[in-house]
């Protein structure tokens, strides 16, 4: 049986090309059947707020992030104290297609994966 | 036991690049197979054969291509990831119109399938920088 495969999204969006890139890798997973559970952690949490990069001639990620619903990702986890302890309401991350799955043990989650794609 | 690496960092800037070469080695050493090397992010200038460190400095370039020849060793090199910064293969040259290739021999450039891939066969994946 395949691997079950976990995708960490550690980076804030737009300082590191590990947030793009990583989405990227994932949906390129996802399109292989290799549909892999993803974390939004650490400053990678603000990957799912609201954005308005063009100021700063960048791509938006919400195209990415929102092609994650039609490629079998409906569930979004995120680490409840990485938002909390960069004082993100959590109601503010939204994905449309996707529900929101806070985690207070990311822990005890990661440890159910059999491979951890670190982004 | 069969491991994949994947490599974001770029050589002589992320110490990750140097570890990695340095667990590839451990990992064959101690008897486990290296399914591939996957280069991602900026670890794909890993696989630039342009690079010329000073003649005291680790020569990384030289490392993976010996313990490439040596062990048969995939290594794959992320195509986006590399067009976006400027590392191409002849063909790849040729056909975006650039005036030159710099793909080292030795590693090959393929899609995110093949990190997808990896992932799912493999019984460790280990991640490098970023």
């Known amino acids: 049986m395949a691997n079950s495969i976990l995708a960490l999204c550690r980076h804030a969006p737009y300082g590191n090309t590990l947030a793009r890139e990583g989405l990227e890798a994932i949906l390129a997973c996802a399109a292989m059947d290799q549909i892999p559970a993803v974390l939004f952690t650490g400053d990678g949490v603000y990957q799912l707020l609201e954005q308005a990069p063009e100021a700063i001639n960048e791509k938006s990620l919400r195209r990415n992030l929102q092609a994650m619903p039609m490629f079998g990702i409906e569930h979004i986890h995120v680490c409840e104290k990485s938002a909390e302890t960069r004082g993100i309401a959590t109601d503010a991350l939204q994905l449309a297609g996707a529900e929101i799955v806070l985690l207070a043990d990311t822990g005890a989650f990661i440890r159910d994966f059999d491979q951890v794609l670190s982004f | ?130």
Request: overall charge negative; some cysteine.
């Open chain 2, 1 to 130: 036991m069969q491991f994949t690496l994947v490599v974001y960092g770029a050589p002589h800037s992320s110490e990750g690049a140097a570890t990695a070469l340095r667990f590839a080695r451990a990992t064959l050493a101690a008897g486990h197979s290296i399914y591939r090397v996957f280069f991602y992010a900026d670890g794909v200038h890993n696989g630039s054969a342009l690079a010329a460190p000073p003649q005291d400095e680790q020569d990384l370039l030289g490392h993976w291509q010996s313990l490439q020849q040596d062990h048969a060793l995939d290594l794959t090199v992320c195509i986006a990831a590399a067009q976006r910064r400027g590392l191409l293969s002849e063909s790849e040259a040729n056909r975006l119109e650039k005036p030159s290739a710099n793909l080292a021999a030795g590693f090959s450039l393929a899609g995110l399938g093949q990190l997808a891939e990896a992932a799912a066969v493999s019984d460790r994946l280990i991640s490098f920088g970023g």
